[in-house]
């Protein structure tokens, strides 16, 4: 059964300081690796999705990268703001299992001014 | 832009009561989704249904179920509410191989 695992937990940061945020994927067969980003008392914003035929996904500071042998998803935040603070969680969307998309449990980054 | 709305942000229940949370989606999305949120688990997948009157179960379906009579119209009910169904749930819908869209969250309380 697929498991998704983001280290760590919790992240504090300078301001302007470039970052990365990790996810681990148990099971290779993956349909496509997405990450979000979660506000306190709110829904879920899709930031990037990484097709299994992409190695990596850019929009404005942010870029995801997918290595499925490895089971490994990278988000890079560059020049962080106080505005990034929010919870990053990545998702797995696996072949078979029809849309039963697995969701780790989520990195919350606090970026200080 | 695709809005997804959860009925409400914040409802308290007792031990015991039928509840019902209600998803409209105004994309025209056939996959919606019922998921909830606890700290240290992730999201949880409850039901989803792929189009009008179908659904699937989730990973963590007992003690809840769904109706879907409208396509932008996704239901989740609680048979018979209890404390351990004290949650945050999210509502997603998506259509394709596009990401998922997600309400703002409804914050069960169950007393």
């Known amino acids: 059964k697929q498991e998704v695992t983001q280290i760590p937990a919790a992240l504090s940061v300078p301001e302007g300081e470039n970052l990365v945020l990790n996810c681990s994927f148990t099971?290779?067969?993956?349909?496509?690796l997405q990450w979000f980003r979660q506000d306190p008392g709110k829904g879920l914003t899709s930031l990037l999705l990484?097709?299994?035929?992409?190695r990596e996904q850019t929009s404005g500071r942010l870029n995801a990268s997918l290595d499925k042998s490895s089971g490994r998803s990278t988000l890079y935040i560059a020049a962080s703001q106080p505005g990034d603070s929010a919870t990053y969680l990545c998702?797995?969307?696996?072949?078979?299992?029809?849309?039963?998309?697995?969701f780790g449990a989520g990195t919350r980054l606090f970026v200080k001014a | 832009d695709v809005k997804v709305t959860q009925s409400s942000r914040y409802l308290v229940k007792r031990t015991g009561e039928k509840v019902f949370l209600e998803c409209v989606q105004d994309m025209d999305h056939e996959n919606m989704f019922w998921y909830r949120q606890d700290p240290g688990l992730g999201l949880r997948l409850i039901y989803f249904?792929?189009?009008?009157?179908?659904?699937e179960k989730g990973d963590i379906p007992e003690g809840y179920s769904v109706s879907r009579e409208k396509k932008e119209r996704f239901s989740l009910i609680l048979e018979s509410a209890s404390t351990n169904q004290t949650s945050m749930y999210l509502c997603a819908s998506t259509t394709g191989n596009q990401p998922q869209h997600f309400g703002d969250g409804t914050r069960l309380s169950i007393l």
């Open positions: 998702a797995a969307e696996p072949y078979t299992g029809g849309f039963k998309t697995i």
């Open positions: 249904s792929y189009d009008v009157k179908m659904k």
């Open positions: 990484i097709q299994s035929s992409q």
């Open positions: 099971d290779s067969a993956i349909y496509n």
